[in-house]
């Protein structure tokens, strides 16, 4: 776990300064809005301590590691992937009408949903050109990558909120969402550095797929999380999912999967009244009777080993392979 | 006239066709929403006639040809200056509440918020990619010049939604808003081409202030059009910018160069209550009588001269000059 730690703190501490250099281009209230959607400063402007937990930047810094290079190389990546992260928190929380994120009010709920459109629009923006600063053909190839993965990402979003919408949803259906929403970005992450590097291409391509991989299995342990985490550590209320009747990876998997049970789930999902406490507790059970929540654990560490089997293919060397599968480890036994 | 027309119509029939092709890499249902948004289809789908001026895309191509390439070097450029305008759009309807546009329902009125969030963060992801597919120090060179141009968009945006909320503003931040709302894409628009065609700095820089110029003749027009304009060509209600008490150039010129006038605008614009049809009436009256729309028109003429005088410095061709001095007569000589 140390190792795991220090290479997410080394993500934070280099990245950080980075990120607030690429700030700087903003216009003042973006900047400011930014810098307290990022846990830099309460609503005042005054310094707090806080932050995201900076997964992605790691990544990328050890992507150009992986390719032979220093980390330095990496880190125009790892500003980008954190800035289009950070912009689709701002325009996800909007949208799904979220009040909290990191134990604090969302930037729409106190500031207006301009500001936060305005802001993710900003963060997206200034991705391309922190990537767009570099010169030659890696910078060119890298922008391109997030590029992609950008509209991949967005692709997913669109199928999340189409998926609110409509019953029926397939276990495949919702895997390629996720796949979308949170694999694409991670994946980019992952190969981001080794791109900056001009890593040859079975590097680029064995770093994407294991963070997709990866970016699969962090989506399916944040849906286990999102209905029994406990809200202490990820300052959401108990059962939040379910509360929001949110058709995340282990519930469609119950719901497809579970006969009787998932049709019992199914209906309770599709019911019209307001959920009270009694029926989303029994929601919770039905999920974790049909199998979903062992499901999902299970298939977070089956995608962390196709992850791995991916890394020792692309034969990067030991030590960054290390840090990465302890990344990759520290994501699936979290709590929040 | 004609000539005006003719380079209009042309860059609508050269850059749709690849707006097309470059939608075709979003998702069914953000490509779906951006047909409908650019007036190709109805919402159910079917192929309509309608679209916008286009006139980005018109002087991007212009752009080209005043570096001495064909307009086709500039088409990436085309695309991806219309692919973010429309981004704006669909985001700025969505804040300011607007339920028309192009004499059509708006996608957040008849689709929902989150539509017009996604669908607007797909063209502005799609517009880097489409740039990002040429190869080589021109092609990053342009996505350069584009996302410096969309942060200066958000830039003017947020404060256009700044103002909003307060009283008191000047009349420079009411110009410098504008440069960055409405003159930092056409400056890019026009200077776009000429990047993508290797063009010397000089050149760039004469189209660049050109484009810029000609931002400032568009909203101040645009400005007029949304007090005066004739509702049946606009689409909008008559005095629709008064309505929304919007603090416009020509308004907030009148308030701050209008004396007694002026300050009964003023008192009027900072009014609680709904303004009713007789007060709008009279308020359209103040503006006119404090001189606002007298100043927005001779301003709009003048930055027109800045912009020709900018063109004939950096010696474009004559034959490209008369055709972008063509567009900017269109431009602020127009109706709608």
Chains 1, 2 share one sequence.
Not at 120 to 129: I, K, P
Not at 132 to 137: K, M, Q
Not at 228 to 252: C, F, Q
Not at 267 to 290: C, K, S, T, Y
Request: glycine share 12%; charged share 25%.
């Amino acid at each position: 776990m140390t190792v795991v730690l220090d290479s997410l703190q080394q993500g934070r501490q280099t990245v950080q300064p980075a990120i607030r250099e690429a700030l700087d281009r903003l216009d003042p209230t973006s900047r400011s809005i930014a810098y307290y959607h990022f846990g830099w400063t309460d609503l005042d402007g005054n310094p707090t301590s806080g932050g995201g937990k900076a997964i992605r930047p790691a990544l990328a810094l050890l992507s150009a590691e992986a390719a032979g290079a220093p980390p330095s190389v990496g880190l125009p990546g790892a500003v980008a992937v954190e800035l289009v992260h950070n912009f689709s928190l701002l325009h996800d929380d909007l949208m799904d009408g979220d009040t909290e994120r990191r134990h604090r009010p969302t930037v729409w709920s106190v500031r207006g949903a301009a500001s936060a459109i305005l802001t993710g629009d900003a963060l997206l923006s200034l991705a391309q050109e922190v990537l767009l600063d570099g010169d030659g053909p890696c910078a060119i190839a890298a922008a391109r990558l997030l590029a992609e993965a950008t509209n991949e990402l967005i692709r997913g979003q669109v199928l999340d909120v189409a998926f609110e919408r409509r019953n029926g949803v397939g276990l495949d259906e919702c895997l390629d969402m996720a796949a979308g929403k949170t694999g694409a970005l991670l994946s980019a992450s992952a190969a981001i550095g080794a791109v900056l590097a001009g890593a040859p291409r079975a590097t680029i391509d064995g770093l994407a797929g294991f963070g997709a991989d990866l970016g699969l299995a962090f989506q399916l342990v944040d849906d286990v999380l999102g209905i029994w985490g406990e809200p202490a550590v990820t300052g959401k209320p108990v059962y939040s999912d379910l509360r929001a009747r949110k058709k995340s990876l282990p519930v469609t998997y119950s719901i497809t999967h579970g006969g009787a049970i998932g049709r019992e789930l199914a209906a309770w999902l599709a019911a019209g009244e307001p959920p009270d406490e009694a029926g989303i507790r029994h929601a919770a059970e039905l999920v974790d009777q049909a199998g979903g929540r062992r499901w999902a654990l299970d298939e977070a560490h089956r995608r962390m080993a196709a992850g791995r089997r991916k890394l020792e293919d692309a034969e990067v060397g030991e030590r960054v392979r290390e840090e990465l599968l302890s990344l990759a480890r520290f994501i699936v036994t979290r709590e929040a």
